[in-house]
């Protein structure tokens, strides 16, 4: 143990097996502990930064923000500029030029309604979805770690490694189930992709997910010259929010392509509201750029590993007419409990599922109380033994603790258990210098305590803690 806390100081690398286990436990007090993993569900897509920004408070509805509108509450009247003599203040409510610019300005961006004053009507958020979410450990992961458990010989803390399957998302599972009224009548149904396995609250979202995901996999794109459009241009659409360029506004592909960049980019965008997002611009240079770009064009081709012979290529419209018909009802189906792995849980683009997922992993973080209930079932089913200490700690051990009276056993065993009973939390270089003071100056006589040391940690009489400490079981008579 001197050696392996050595190597984890040092920074040394790991090896594999039963150490990788001990040096990624975090061994220090509840105080010290390092501070939780980034939450995972914090920056999903499907908002933007904007709209994350409002509504943790980072901004106001205004240009300049919550910073601004302090330092105006923090100025004393002595420094307001005077006004100038003859200068009238505009009109609007209170006087204020911003007021008065408000209250002529547009729509908002995302596409809800303003008031007179410029700043969105109050909408109540969205209820959370009557769903019970648990996290659960990867099997093959667990297998492992069993493994890793059963060659320590160790106790090693069950909401710790309970912390290792959460924060790593290839260790575990996110089981999402609804809710039951009275009857046992589920309350919710959701849909459920059979091709990646997201999870969704519409239909629609669902089926397009699908869509483009069996466009994906069962199509190989390429990308071929064509002629340039023909005609003269003279402006041409570009989204602010991507910079791409959809082309001229009377060009028979622009609604395609901006129907296209709006589902495949910003569908948690209104499309109305996605639309004011189009500026035109009259700029020569752009609208060479963009006969340019269109001199590439993207077909499809069906894969078929039955045959040598390469299908024939088709355009985007007709791979998702046949994608359409052949692939989205059959593989869209109406669950009411889903399992999915730690990684497509972060890959979500349903903020509602989101919301739900981010809650249930921040009450996770504080104490894992899904996991540790898995793995108390888990554990115990593969052998090994849980237990818990005088101050209410879980431990897994291949050991099974086994209190064993010291009235009853030689002497040095006696001594042993003795010492550990009133020491609670020692390690074996206080133990010998408590119960033979200079014995670590003479190595021939540490035999004498070590061996009947090692004796009581395979019969269970004495625990090692992952940490090196030492104890007996709780029930351990005085």
């Not at 593989?331 to 981010?358: A, M, Y």
Request: aromatic share 6%.
């Amino acid at each position: 143990m001197q050696n392996e806390d050595k190597k984890e100081q040092s920074g040394g690398p790991r090896e594999p097996g039963v150490s990788s286990l001990v040096l990624d436990l975090n061994f220090v007090p509840a105080w010290a502990r390092k501070p939780p993993a980034k939450d995972p569900y914090g920056d999903f897509s499907g908002e933007t930064s904007e709209r994350r920004g409002r509504k943790q408070g980072r901004f106001d509805r205004r240009p300049g923000g919550a910073d601004r509108r302090d330092r105006r509450e923090r100025r004393s009247p002595g420094d307001r500029q005077p006004q100038r003599a003859g200068q009238r203040r505009p009109e609007g409510r209170g006087g204020d030029a911003r007021t008065a610019d408000r209250q002529n300005r547009g729509p908002r961006h995302d596409g809800r309604p303003q008031d007179r004053g410029g700043r969105p009507p109050h909408r109540k958020p969205e209820p959370p979805l009557p769903v019970q979410v648990a996290f659960l450990p990867e099997q093959d992961r667990l297998a492992t770690m069993a493994s890793d458990i059963r060659a320590a010989k160790h106790a090693f803390p069950l909401p710790e490694l309970a912390h290792m399957f959460l924060n790593k998302p290839e260790w575990h599972l996110v089981k999402i189930e609804a809710n039951k009224k009275t009857g046992g009548v589920y309350v919710l149904e959701w849909y459920e992709s059979r091709l990646s396995g997201h999870v969704f609250t519409s239909r629609g979202a669902a089926e397009q997910a699908v869509a483009q995901e069996a466009l994906n996999q069962l199509f190989d794109a390429e990308t071929v010259e064509k002629e340039p459009p023909a005609g003269n241009f003279v402006c041409v659409a570009r989204c602010r929010l991507s910079g791409v360029l959809l082309g001229p506004p009377n060009y028979h592909g622009y609604n395609e392509k901006l129907d296209e960049l709006h589902r495949t980019r910003f569908p948690h965008i209104q499309i109305d509201a996605y639309r004011r997002e189009i500026e035109t611009i009259r700029d020569p240079e752009l609208v060479e750029q963009w006969k340019t770009e269109c001199r590439q064009d993207t077909v499809y081709r069906l894969k078929n590993e039955e045959s040598e012979e390469p299908a024939e290529p088709i355009d985007l419209a007709a791979a998702r007419a046949y994608v359409a018909e052949q692939v989205v009802s059959r593989n869209v189906k109406v669950v009411h409990r889903s399992v999915i792995s730690g990684k497509n849980s972060r890959d979500l683009s349903d903020q509602r599922f989101i919301r739900v997922l981010r809650a249930a992993w921040q009450r996770e973080q504080r104490f894992p109380v899904t996991l540790v209930r898995a793995l108390k079932g888990a554990f115990r089913r593969m052998g090994l033994h849980l237990f818990e200490t005088t101050d209410g700690s879980f431990f897994v051990t291949a050991v099974e603790p086994k209190p064993v009276d010291p009235s009853r056993v030689i002497e040095v065993i006696r001594e042993i258990l003795i010492w550990l009973k009133a020491h609670p939390g020692c390690r074996r270089t206080e133990l010998l210098e408590g119960i033979r003071p200079g014995t670590s100056e003479h190595p021939e006589q540490m035999g004498e305590v070590l061996q009947p040391l090692t004796w009581l940690l395979e019969k269970g009489h004495v625990i090692e803690f992952h940490n090196g400490t030492l104890a007996v079981p709780k029930d351990t008579p005085t």
